[in-house]
């Protein structure tokens, strides 16, 4: 079985079972925020995010092992081989650091095969209190362990992106930030970025960030240089919200879809998108719809398999199952087809890359 086939037929039991890892770290992302505990594999012309260094990934059917070049793996399935993808190669880019000795890859990070990722502000107003903290997130883990810093300063990502570009043929770069306490939810620090970023190399950007007090925001970012925006739901019904984020449940559905509205006027169709995590306690039929609602809008929904990550209050929960996924993805595919929305149109960010979900298979 060659690459590609596992690209089509078996994305989604990777990404839900997890691999096995028999091999050393590499490009892993293990802890904080975005595609965490994962590895990336290019299956044919498709590069995949994959669990692999959590704890619920030891029990995947599926194993992973390099072979000596670290250029490639084998995958098996309960010991038979079904085929080989390909590694990505440790970035350029990496190999820089900013006149004060900090690490390039620890201002910004390689997700999938040509994005740059960065997470602007490493801590959330919530993620003290186990009251309202998300129980899913470890944004916390790689500042903890030494693998970013607390702060992006707009000059410091402005450098590394143009480095990214040149170095790596970096395509696009998402930024993202923790929560903080002034009323515009981050998007202040996404706009004195994004135009750091701007000014300093050719490169789309999307910004992602809760709804701020102000739609007014919207075309701040835009001005700044923000081509796409993420707002993200995580979870589609307020029963699941409240239990598993209560604090973000406080800004309730209504404001997202009034956010939603604002920001498609903004960006355009297609160009604001949503994270919505299967496997949390929606159920099929709640996400199917959910994205059809989101759709019609012009917000392309991004469903993706829930990862336990280790070190979290979610680490043990089950799961999503891969049948379930199966079912779910044609659906959403459907309103994405029907609403005239497709990842290759957006000019930057998540849903653009694909990489943490099959749902690109079923546009």
């Known amino acids: 079985m060659n690459s590609q086939v596992i690209a089509s037929d078996l994305l989604a039991e990777l990404q839900c079972h997890g691999v096995r890892w028999q091999g050393a770290d590499g ?31 030891l029990d995947s059917p599926y194993s992973a092992v390099p072979d000596a070049s670290g250029a490639q793996a084998l995958i098996f399935r309960e010991g038979h081989e079904i085929g080989r993808v390909e590694l990505p190669r440790v970035p350029r880019f990496y190999g820089l650091s900013t ?16 994005v740059l990722a960065t997470t602007l502000l490493q801590h959330c107003i919530r993620k003290n209190d186990t009251a309202s903290a998300c129980q899913f997130c470890a944004i916390d883990q790689s500042l903890a362990a030494g693998k970013t810093i607390a702060r992006k300063r707009p000059a410091q990502l402005a450098a590394v992106a143009k480095a990214a570009v040149a170095l790596d043929g970096v395509k696009h770069l998402v930024m993202t ?25 050719e490169l789309p950007i999307q910004a992602q960030c809760e709804p701020p007090d ?42 997202y879809f009034s956010a939603f509205e604002a920001a498609v006027k903004v960006f355009g169709h297609g160009q604001v998108s949503t994270y919505i995590l299967a496997g949390l306690g929606d159920s099929e039929d709640a996400i199917a719809a959910m994205s059809e ?49 497709h990842s290759e149109q957006i000019k930057a960010g998540c849903a653009k890359c694909g990489a943490c979900s099959a749902l690109k298979r079923h546009e």
């Open 27 to 57: 490009l892993a992302r293990k802890g904080g925020a975005g595609p965490s505990d994962h590895k990336a594999l290019s299956l044919g012309e498709h590069t995949a995010m994959v669990p692999m260094l959590n704890t619920a990934s």
């Open 99 to 114: 006149d004060d000795g900090i690490p390039y890859w620890k201002i910004a990070t390689l997700h999938s095969r040509d």
């Open 177 to 201: 930030t923790g929560t903080p306490q002034t009323p515009d939810r981050g998007a202040a620090i996404l706009c004195e970025s994004a135009a750091a970023v701007s000014a300093a190399v």
């Open 214 to 255: 102000d739609d007014r925001w919207f075309t701040r970012l835009k001005d700044s240089g923000v081509d796409s925006l993420g707002m993200h739901l995580e979870a589609v019904t307020d029963s699941v919200r409240q239990r598993i984020m209560p604090g973000k449940a406080e800004v309730p559905l209504t404001r």
């Open 293 to 341: 609602r989101l759709a019609a809008l012009g917000v392309y929904p991004f469903v993706v398999p829930f990862v336990p990550i280790d070190g979290t209050p979610l680490a043990g929960h089950p799961k999503p199952d891969s049948a379930f996924m199966q079912r779910l993805y044609p659906r959403v595919g459907a309103s994405l087809r029907r609403h005239g929305l």
